[in-house]
């Protein structure tokens, strides 16, 4: 891969980075506090709980994410960014520009995902 491809994609990857970050932080200063004095009744309470619930659900995600965008750019550091994890063949630009965080090429993707149906 060229040296002008790989500064994309390590750029591409720490704008993510350090969107997810400040999600992350916005939702431990913002949105997690929860007064129960400012909601009428239970149900406006559960609400609000639900949320919270939900929030927290998409932050572990992000969190996988984050973990994902690391790897990428240590990978990228490594030198071994843009080889499939399973075949050592090179990924394709477009599926790197499409997820730039991915470890698979689509073959190895599409297998594994083939799989993960078959066992359910």
């Known amino acids: 891969m ?16 350090v969107q997810l970050l400040s999600k992350a932080r916005a939702t431990l200063s913002e949105d997690m ?14 609400s609000a709980e639900y949320l919270h619930s939900f929030t ?6 992000e969190k996988t994410f984050l973990k994902k965008i690391d ?8 030198g071994t960014f843009g080889i499939c994890d399973e075949c050592g063949e ?12 991915t470890t698979m090429c689509i073959r190895c993707k599409e297998k594994q995902e083939q799989k993960e149906k078959a066992f359910g």
């Open 56 to 61: 927290f659900r998409l932050r572990g995600r």
């Open 71 to 78: 790897l990428a750019l240590k990978k990228i550091e490594e």
């Open 2 to 17: 060229r040296k002008r491809d790989l500064k994309k994609f390590q750029k591409i990857l720490e704008e993510k980075r």
């Open 33 to 46: 506090t929860l007064d129960k004095n400012e909601l009428p009744d239970e149900m406006d309470l559960a």
């Open 90 to 101: 090179p990924i394709s630009l477009n599926r790197l520009e499409a997820r730039p965080e």
